[in-house]
């Protein structure tokens, strides 16, 4: 008996092994498969990993472009701590049209490091961050303004910047933007709670009632509620999260050790901001900005409420302009989750509208 369970056993860890290599041969093939589909062969161009020292700490941006002259993009990723350097290949078309600029924040994705002091994990500190980047990008480049794009937590970094400096900014564009996180997650709650009576779940139920309404006393209050606005979500959090780790599995920005940093990074940027970002309020903080202003909104978007930031953009002041463009398709990633139209919107009206 005790031969045929080692046999067993044996036999179980050469299939797993054999499945692990197949799924790194077929990770090695498509991450080359995608390199030779995006390089960027243009002698005037520019695709480029590079480390930089910003507010004492080594991070990391990836920039690429076809051609140098082209506008500056600065990407201000989500989260907290969850870098978009290893999905900006889905958009690599925009790069004919614009410098994009991928930047792994302090604590995140190929920036992260357990050196990093966790004090230094504020909101504020990441904008001086931003604001020493954008300095060495507009040198490097000789570029006055930059476009501004921020996803998710970014848009917060990305609406400070623009108001202190609008003098840098050449359009700022948030997507599924936060404005009040506070009320958005009392939104998410009261939703949670109401999918869950009308489905007559007894565990969301209690759960939800347990933790009970924002402000959240810790992060696993918050995940619980998190947790049940995913399940009741009509978009299916759980199949769009599979979609998103196929995306990075294959990504030829990631190496299997970038995959680890990114989930230490995502842990240790959450723990450190989520307490400043949930107290975040733009209504009252950044009430008016003077640079043009796109809002690009997911209609289904389940992590940061698109109704919360329609009544910001409503009450915004913006005199160069501003508009609110919905993607009827997509949740909170409309980049990915329709990429044609988001490269029509920022060709046709975004790069159009502030060349």
């Known amino acids: ?59 990391w941006i990836h920039i690429r472009g076809h051609n140098r002259a082209n506008p500056l993009l600065l990407m201000l990723h989500g989260g907290p701590g969850i870098p978009e350097m290893p999905f900006a290949y889905v958009n690599a078309e925009l790069e004919r049209h614009l410098t994009i600029v991928e930047w792994d924040q302090r604590g995140a994705g190929k ?12 909101i504020g500190q990441i904008v001086r961050d931003a604001r020493e980047l954008i300095a060495l990008l507009r040198t490097r480049f000789a570029q006055e303004r930059i476009f501004i794009m921020g996803h998710s937590t970014g848009t917060v970094i990305g609406a400070i910047i623009a108001q202190q400096h609008p003098d840098v900014v050449r359009a700022l564009i948030g997507i599924s933007q936060v404005a009040d996180m506070r009320e ?36 696993k209050h918050l995940q619980t509620s998190q947790k049940w606005v995913n399940e009741f979500a009509p978009d299916r959090f759980g199949a769009i999260a599979r979609e998103r780790l196929e995306l990075l599995f294959f990504s030829p920005a990631c190496s299997l050790r970038d995959l680890w940093r990114m989930v230490r990074g995502a842990k240790f940027s959450f723990d450190h901001l989520w307490r400043e970002l949930f107290s975040t309020n733009l209504f009252q903080l950044v009430p008016r900005m003077e640079v043009p202003v796109y809002f690009l909104e997911g209609r289904n978007d389940h992590v940061v409420t698109a109704a919360v930031a329609e009544r910001y953009f409503d009450a915004l ?24 139209k988001f490269r029509r919107v920022m060709v046709e009206q975004v790069l159009a509208e502030n060349q």
């Open 1 to 59: 008996m005790a031969k045929i369970l080692k046999r067993g056993a044996l036999t179980i860890v050469g299939v797993l092994l054999l499945v692990i290599v197949a799924l790194l041969v077929m990770r090695a093939v498509r991450q080359n498969q995608i390199s030779r589909a995006i390089a960027i062969p243009s002698p005037p161009g520019i695709d480029s990993l590079e480390q930089v020292q910003l507010g004492g700490v080594t991070q």
């Open 317 to 340: 002041e913006a005199p160069r302009g501003k508009r609110f463009i919905w993607f009827e398709h997509s949740a909170h990633w409309p980049q990915l989750d329709e990429p044609e």
């Open 111 to 122: 920036s992260f490091s357990p050196g990093i002091p966790p004090e230094s994990m504020t």
């Open 184 to 219: 958005s997650e009392r939104l998410l709650y009261d939703f949670a709670m109401d999918s869950a009576s009308k489905e007559n779940n007894g565990e969301a139920l209690r759960e939800l009632r347990e933790v009970g309404p924002p402000p959240f006393e810790s992060a």
